[in-house]
């Protein structure tokens, strides 16, 4: 099996690398914000004429990364319930974290993986998420 994969209904890359990579039994998914494939406007997000977020809707962002997620591991071969580790980037965890772990805890009641959650200043494309995600095939 080839081991670089690329989503036909994941968003494309912003950079030089694949959606995920499979070693072994396990997929290594890259980061992977709520940007939806071939379209510009970003879920949630409103930005100014420079490209600045003027606003930003938390909930709206943690559902299309979800969508997002589950259209790479299921073309990898994978699933849902096959997601052993998730590292999270919100851009800002004070107003953010509440609403993304209520959400988060809907998405996975039955697999519980392990998971980290970190404050960064930014993400490279204007958006609050992003995921880092392994999982099993």
């Not at 072994?24 to 004429?49: T, Y």
């Not at 998405?107 to 998420?129: D, G």
């Amino acid at each position: 099996m080839e081991d670089k994969i690329n989503s036909s209904r994941a968003p494309e890359p912003v950079g030089l690398y694949p959606h995920a990579r499979r070693v072994g039994n396990l997929l290594f998914l890259s980061g992977v914000g709520p940007r939806e494939r071939g379209k510009e406007k970003i879920p949630g997000v409103e930005l100014n004429e420079a490209g600045e977020i003027i606003s930003y809707d938390i909930e709206a962002q943690c559902h299309s990364v979800f969508r997002n997620i589950r259209y790479i591991l299921e073309e990898a071969g994978s699933s849902w319930d096959n997601i052993i580790d998730v590292t999270v980037f919100l851009t800002n965890m004070k107003d953010d974290f509440k609403i993304y772990n209520r959400i988060y805890a809907d998405y996975f009641k039955e697999n519980l993986p392990c998971r980290t959650t970190c404050e960064i200043n930014c993400l490279p494309t204007p958006i609050a998420i992003e995921l880092k995600v392994i999982a099993t095939i």
